[in-house]
């Protein structure tokens, strides 16, 4: 079975930086368009970051754009979120996800667009 699994997140400073990891086992990763969601309490998931299943293009929620940044590694099997300039509304609850059959030109926005995900990492920035 296809299994996701994060790591990275953790407590920081507003303006410090984290860098999230997001393994993936069980499943043809090459092929997955991935993504980060997160999600605050009491607010609905939100769409964070994406990127092609060579991880070349790259799309960035307007929120976080210019601080974090998607990247992977494919022969690691891992997708990254690289978080900088971390701000007290970035807290959340981030999670990696993974769409198993992207169509080609797509970004995947919406949670309902993926298949597998993670178990959620913690991030919390503090003022």
């Known amino acids: 079975q296809v299994q996701l699994v994060e790591s990275g997140g953790g407590l920081v400073q507003a303006g410090g930086s984290l860098r999230l990891s997001c393994a993936a086992s069980?499943?043809?990763?090459?092929?997955?368009?991935m993504g980060w969601f997160r999600q605050a309490p009491g607010k609905e998931r939100e769409f964070v970051a994406a990127?092609?299943?060579?991880?070349?293009?790259?799309t960035h929620a307007d929120s976080v754009k210019g601080r974090f940044t998607i990247s992977r590694d494919n022969a690691k099997n891992t997708v990254y979120l690289q978080m900088n300039s971390l701000k007290p509304e970035d807290t959340a609850v981030y999670a990696c996800?993974?769409?198993?059959?992207?169509?080609?030109?797509?970004?995947?926005?919406?949670?309902?667009?993926?298949?597998?995900w993670g178990q959620g990492t913690q991030v919390t920035v503090s003022s």
């Open positions: 996800a993974a769409v198993a059959n992207p169509r080609t030109a797509t970004y995947y926005v919406r949670p309902g667009d993926y298949d597998y």
């Open positions: 990127c092609s299943r060579g991880g070349f293009k790259t």
């Open positions: 069980g499943g043809t990763f090459g092929s997955w368009a």
